[in-house]
């Protein structure tokens, strides 16, 4: 059974840090392309950022600078690191998988607010 688990969300001020984890199983997990997607309230799932299989990483615009993906392969796990948070940050935040045919997973994703 595959299964991709997000934690790490929460309420945190502008300017401030969250790392989230998708802890992955069931998967061979050095072969999936893994991403991160957020959803605002009232708003389209937008892309966030990616890392290849081989770590190749991109980014959105409006986290570029600000927001780090990162994996670890013997954990079977993707990171997102985000610093300098703003208001617009706020979403939920899923974590995706993509397998080298396509086929894709999602986790149930984890709240992220960022308010003062």
């Known amino acids: 059974q595959v299964q991709l688990v997000e934690s790490g969300g929460g309420l945190v001020q502008p300017g401030g840090s969250l790392r989230l984890t998708c802890a992955t199983s069931g998967i061979i997990f050095s072969i999936y392309n893994m991403a991160w997607y957020r959803q605002a309230p009232g708003k389209q799932r937008e892309y966030v950022a990616d890392?290849?299989?081989?770590?190749?990483?991109n980014y959105a615009d409006s986290v570029k600078g600000r927001f780090t993906i990162s994996r670890d392969n013997a954990k079977n796990t993707v990171y997102l690191q985000m610093n300098n948070l703003k208001f617009e940050d706020t979403a939920v935040y899923y974590c995706n998988g993509a397998d080298p045919e396509g086929v894709e997973y999602w986790g149930q994703g984890t709240q992220v607010t960022v308010s003062s």
């Open positions: 890392i290849m299989s081989y770590g190749l990483t």
